[in-house]
Nanobody, 126 residues
């Protein structure tokens, strides 16, 4: 069992930056692939970024490539999402998620993830 708690969201102007954190409980964090998703009001939850359990592989959604960076610190049971050059269309609730799949790779579908945090709001003003 893994519990996930996101933090770092807030209000930022277009062009600004935020760093989201996701703290995980449990001693097996290092065995979970992790992902970030986001959901805007009235829209479905979509993939943002993912990282393998070793941190050696990462993958990004097309709309965020080059602007967002996912990383993890297994010693601190934490995964991060550095967000730069933010735009109003990035406004959403951001969720981190943990996958129990054992392969050292990334996963991009909501259905690949078993554990989810409560989400943190990111609002980008124009």
């Amino acid at each position: 069992q893994v519990q996930l708690v996101e933090s770092g969201g807030g209000l930022v102007q277009a062009g600004g930056s935020l760093r989201l954190s996701c703290a995980a409980s449990g001693r097996t964090f290092r065995t979970y692939a992790m992902g970030w998703f986001r959901q805007a009001p009235g829209k479905e939850r979509i993939f943002v970024a993912a990282i393998s359990w070793s941190g050696g592989s990462t993958y990004y959604g097309d709309s965020v490539k080059g602007r967002l960076t996912i990383s993890r610190d297994n010693a601190k049971n934490t995964v991060f999402l550095q967000m730069n050059s933010l735009a109003p269309e990035d406004t959403a609730v951001y969720y981190c998620a943990a996958s129990e799949y054992s392969s050292d790779t990334y996963y991009t579908h909501v259905s690949d993830y078993r554990y989810w945090g409560q989400g943190t709001q990111v609002t980008v003003s124009s």
